[in-house]
């Protein structure tokens, strides 16, 4: 076991600084709670910063657009 927390009444956890620290866990990233086999498997995901995605394309775009593109989940 790496590390342990409680949970509030609002069912609200601190992810503890060794884990954010071995996991590079960052402000605004995500956690992803799935079931294994052997019980809960938890993930953590990068937010996906407008920065981020700088180059993707090869056609020059409206950044405003592909913003508001990317906020609505789609590419």
Same mark, same amino acid.
């Given at each position: 076991? &790496?590390? %342990?927390? %409680?949970?509030? %009444? #609002? +069912?609200? *956890?601190?992810?503890?600084?060794?884990?954010?620290?071995? +996991?590079?866990?960052?402000? #605004?990233?995500?956690?992803?709670?799935?079931?294994?086999?052997? #019980? &809960?498997?938890?993930? +953590?995901?990068?937010?996906?910063? &407008?920065?981020? &995605? *700088?180059?993707? #394309?090869?056609?020059?775009?409206?950044?405003?657009?592909?913003? %508001?593109?990317?906020?609505?989940?789609?590419?």
């Amino acid at each position: 076991m &790496l590390s %342990k927390t %409680k949970i509030s %009444k #609002g +069912f609200q *956890t601190v992810v503890p600084s060794a884990v954010r620290e071995a +996991f590079d866990v960052e402000p #605004g990233d995500y956690v992803e709670w799935t079931e294994g086999q052997d #019980g &809960l498997v938890v993930r +953590f995901r990068k937010r996906t910063r &407008l920065r981020d &995605l *700088t180059g993707v #394309g090869s056609v020059p775009a409206d950044a405003v657009a592909v913003k %508001k593109r990317v906020q609505r989940g789609m590419r």
